[in-house]
């Protein structure tokens, strides 16, 4: 049977799930939202599409570096250590806010040590963010798993033509390269060049002025239907304002501001292309030997339904701890073949 792996921007999932549930809570650990709704949310992806391998894939701490270095102002609207310098908060809303980001690493801790128990791969590597080591394992594996990548940033389109799924959270349905047109209006070969020019506002990467999605459909739209590529849409814009003076008009300021600014588009191309992501040796390692058996010594169920009740995880379920854990089963069974085989070369 073919790897079915599913791949987690776990970082993204754990903030989506700590402000989705944040009122979910129990006398024992406090609010349990994050830790609760990310392994619910994991269990429901792997019992929907079959999965038999989980990877977690967080982001480590300083990633981004290597973009903030290109680029300075790389996340710069991100909140940081010294968010409260930025904005105006009474003494109240800076503990509450210094609370929450407590409760955020907590759970996070959490969900790493259940995560062990249930045989859930992770990979976390300093100075690297997710998106790349995700982008990595595709590249690297795609030929030899059926991959799905749960996460919102739509960036992950410029890998569709690896043959991978993207299970986007808003979206009800699996998003691959066949169906992508019915949830966005452009093809998705596109998806690079379309960050090139207009930028990524969540991630602070300045666009060409006046060159959003919208204005690039106007005047190029055969992006809905094929393959552009950066220098293809220069090349139509000069001869669109060539054309214009020709005409008497004036050249069109957007399609100006696009010929005028290589040097940015050549940044960007640097800072959002996937498909050379910004890894180090470490992340080559660790995809290396992501396929070594996990030792079943001491780790399972003992100390994963430990951990639920001291938590009181079961109580916010309102079942057993056999119903919640059912779905993990096929990775686990699959991890135990793994080990026993490797285990048997070595007799």
């Known amino acids: 049977m073919k790897t079915r792996t599913l791949l987690v921007d776990s970082s993204y999932l754990l903030q989506r799930s700590f402000h989705g549930a944040k009122d979910t809570s129990t006398s024992a650990f406090g609010h349990i939202g994050g830790l609760y709704q990310f392994f619910t949310t ?18 480590g701490q300083g990633g981004g570096i290597q973009r903030y270095v290109i680029d300075h102002a790389y996340k710069a609207n991100r909140k940081n ?44 590597i300093q100075d690297i963010e997710a998106d790349d080591i995700i982008a ?15 996460s919102s940033d739509r960036d992950f389109a410029q890998l569709l033509d690896l043959n991978i799924t993207i299970l986007f959270p808003n979206i009800d349905q699996p998003v691959n390269k066949a169906n992508y047109m019915m949830y966005f209006n452009h093809h998705y070969s596109n998806a690079l060049m379309l960050k090139i020019i207009c930028g990524d506002t969540s991630d602070n990467i300045d666009g060409i002025e006046g060159m959003g999605e919208d204005t690039l459909l106007k005047y190029f739209p055969e992006i809905k239907f094929k393959h552009l590529m950066v220098r293809e849409i220069c090349k139509r814009a000069d001869e669109i304002n060539r054309e214009r003076i020709l005409n008497k008009k004036k050249p069109l300021k957007a399609l100006d501001n696009l010929l005028h600014n290589i040097d940015r588009l050549k940044m960007n191309f640097q800072l959002v292309n996937l498909r050379e992501p910004m890894i180090n040796d470490e992340v080559r390692t660790e995809l290396d030997n992501i396929d070594s058996p996990l030792s079943f010594d001491d780790r399972g169920s003992k100390n994963l339904i430990k951990m639920m009740k001291e938590d009181e995880f079961l109580s916010v379920y309102g079942s057993t701890f056999v119903q919640y854990v059912e779905p993990f089963y096929t990775v686990i069974m699959c991890e135990r073949d793994l080990y026993q085989k490797e285990n048997s070369k070595k007799k």
């Open 42 to 59: 994991v269990r429901k992806m792997i019992k929907e599409h079959m999965i038999n391998k989980v990877v977690l894939v967080w982001d």
């Open 136 to 150: 990595a394992y595709c590249l690297k594996y795609n030929n030899k798993e059926e991959i799905f990548l749960y």
């Open 81 to 124: 250590k010294e968010w409260y310098k930025k904005i105006e908060l009474s003494d109240r809303d800076i503990k509450r806010e210094e609370e929450k980001e407590a409760s955020i690493l907590k759970q996070r801790v959490r969900i790493q040590k259940y995560a062990e128990e249930l045989f859930l791969r992770q990979i976390e």
